[in-house]
């Protein structure tokens, strides 16, 4: 029969030879019929796609960017009591923004950490003729990227329920 190693993806139907090992359409991944709705998990939120299809890259950068919020709402805290009582507006938007991107993982808080940044940079600069705080903009900067293309890729979701075949 000609039809033997042809196959049809269960999400669209669209049929997918033996040789491809997902679904050209949908991009859904083609293994055995048992295993197929358990390799793909439950997409129900934007949450929920950035833990299945963000790249090991992706998520490194995310963890990164909290570990430097953490890490400059220590350094507030230790200011506050040498420098400035001012240090607390530091304190409270570094630790805040820290457990917002830990809790929600959403792409609005790279972008204020980079806006941040980037003023805390030009006031040091200006104030201080030292350029501090650049390795947080890049971070930052890679990390919007990064969840920019998550974010496209979650909207194309939604539309046409194509999944990507491979993490952004």
Known sequence: ??????RNCPRCGAPAGSAQGFCGNCGMP????????????EIRSEKDFFKAYAS??????YTLQIVLCFLSA???????????????????FCGITGIAMR???NRIFPIL???????ATLMSLVNHGMLT????????????????????AY???????ARPAFPL
């Open 1 to 6: 029969m000609e039809y033997d190693n042809q």
């Open 30 to 41: 083609l293994g055995s019929a048992g295993s197929e709705t358990r390799q793909i998990p």
């Open 56 to 61: 090991k890259n992706t998520k490194t950068l």
């Open 74 to 92: 220590a350094l507030a805290l230790a200011n506050t009591f040498l420098v400035s009582p001012l240090c607390l507006i530091d304190l409270a």
């Open 103 to 105: 809790i929600t993982k």
């Open 113 to 119: 950490i980079f806006a941040y940044s980037s003023i």
């Open 133 to 152: 705080g650049v390795f947080a903009l890049i971070i930052a900067g890679l990390l919007i990227r990064s969840m920019n293309k998550l974010h496209r």
């Open 155 to 161: 909207q194309d979701y939604l539309e046409t329920g």
